[in-house]
């Protein structure tokens, strides 16, 4: 017969050192992998690769290691901590931290990758920044996290060895069914692996449906009138030019910045129609002030910050409360009113499309670069978006925009750059004639 009184204190035990070592852990770990993630040395990669390697660190080499560090000849021995719950909850701290720590090394290294250029081109500080990172990191960190308290509240043989297993101070369940069943009563065993298996199942279901719930909030949609346009104050010839070690990727390219115009770039995959609009755009190397009111970045790839269609809507005013809230408008004006409800995940290609451009459209940018922004659009969803680019040009904004599609260049811009091997070609040279008329050039 299982005692209660001991279960009950074994189990409390279990959670008491699972948990706070998990907490710790999480503490210690989710800001390390979010500042390793931002570090580009090779040494970091080594590190990374070393936190790897500690996955799989062998339990009762923590044991040693703690019991060596606490014993009466070790360098913490004059604390007096072996065979005490602190112990047990240092030794499961250091099993799992390499978990924690690399789980979130790589969630926020997959942000950087995908989410950094329109990050970085937002207009928003430091805080918001980490804020966002979190947020979109959230499901790699809490894998690990999951992952982690699994392996700390299943742990065996460092915290027997720091812990010794002492009836009602340091036995916790795991240490309970090796007694027990050393003891040979397999019943009482089998029965508490039983309890241990749904405390934790449960405590897991608990905190994923936590989660759950928080993704989930409705987010209200406001904002019926669409922003008036904000002027571009300037007149000014930009000279880009891009060098990537010996390569140079765009080759002094000037682009005239100037208030209601737009300028549609042109060319090859590979010419360097990107590279030049991130430059404008700030991302390789020179000054360009993003954000409300000023320059506005939309990316080829789409990508989201929330989770639901209203709050990605309402993000803008989120982040810039004094931003005057216009997602209603936008939500109608790219028929996304009745996909108000759906969560992010549901949508396809070209409804996500819309839904960034309507969350970017609604920073009212005074310059806007857009990179490809009707690619993946049917026929009346890019007349819509066309007319809205147009809109923004006669309120005085500087547009500059990224195209394959000639027949679009031709409707909308005022200046057509043709660049070829990230070179601006001139007017009369036959790959731009060839290109800007859709006839196939003569290559004999």
């Known amino acids: 017969m299982v005692d209660g009184v001991a279960l009950g204190q074994a189990i409390q035990t279990t959670f008491v050192t699972s948990g706070t070592a998990t907490v710790i852990a999480t503490l210690i770990g989710v800001p390390l992998g979010a500042w390793c993630a931002r570090q580009k040395s090779v040494h970091f990669q080594r590190l990374k690769t070393l936190i790897t390697a500690l996955y799989g660190l062998p339990p009762v ?21 072996l065979f005490t719950v602190e112990a047990m909850v240092f030794a499961q701290t250091c099993l799992i ?20 250029d329109t990050l970085s081109t937002l207009g ?15 499901n790699g960190v809490y894998h690990a996290i999951v992952i982690a308290f699994g392996r700390a509240i299943a742990e065996v ?18 240490t309970s069914i090796v007694l027990e069943t050393s003891k040979g009563n397999m019943e009482q065993a089998a029965l508490l692996g039983v309890l241990l298996l749904i405390l934790s199942l449960s405590l897991v279901a608990l905190a994923s449906m936590v989660r759950q719930q928080r ?19 300037e007149r000014r010839s930009e000279n880009v030019r891009v060098v990537r070690g010996d390569r140079v990727v765009v080759n ?8 209601g115009t737009i300028t549609a770039v042109v060319g090859e995959s590979g010419a360097g129609k990107t590279t030049l609009l991130k430059a404008l755009a700030g991302l390789e190397g020179r000054e360009e002030t993003c954000g409300p009111h000023a320059c506005v970045y939309v990316q080829q ?21 004094e931003l005057k809230p216009s997602g209603k408008a936008y939500s109608g004006l790219f028929q996304l009113n009745e996909l108000e409800g759906q969560r992010v995940a549901e949508l396809s290609g070209g409804e996500r499309q819309r839904l960034v451009l309507a969350r970017q459209f609604s920073l009212v940018p005074s310059l806007l670069l857009v990179d490809e922004c ?6 009346l969803h890019v007349q819509t978006i066309e007319q809205e680019l147009l809109r923004l040009k006669e309120g005085g904004t500087c547009i500059v925009m990224v195209t394959h599609n000639i027949p679009q260049a031709h409707r909308l811009a005022d200046r057509v750059v043709v660049l070829r091997e990230g070179t601006s070609l001139a007017a009369d040279d036959p790959f731009a004639i060839s290109l800007l008329k859709g006839e196939w050039i003569d290559q004999s």
């Open 301 to 321: 790839q789409p990508v989201v910050f929330t989770s639901s269609v209203a709050s990605e809507l309402m993000l803008p005013h989120r982040l810039f409360p």
């Open 157 to 174: 043989g460092a915290v027997i060895m720091v812990g010794g297993n002492i009836a009602g101070k340091t036995r916790v369940m795991t």
């Open 97 to 116: 931290l390499p978990l924690v720590w690399g789980g979130a090394w790589t969630a926020f290294e997959g942000v950087g990758q995908d989410y950094s």
């Open 252 to 259: 002094d390219v000037v682009i005239d910045l100037e208030p």
């Open 374 to 379: 009707t690619s993946n659009l049917g026929w």
């Open 61 to 81: 080499v923590v044991g040693v290691f703690v019991y060596s560090l606490f014993s009466k000849s070790g360098a913490l021995g004059s604390l007096d901590l």
């Open 124 to 138: 928003i500080n430091q805080r918001q920044r980490l804020g966002l990172e979190i947020q979109l990191a959230s």
């Open 215 to 233: 993704t989930t909030t409705k987010t209200t949609v406001v904002g019926e009138e669409l922003p008036r346009p904000t002027p571009f104050e």
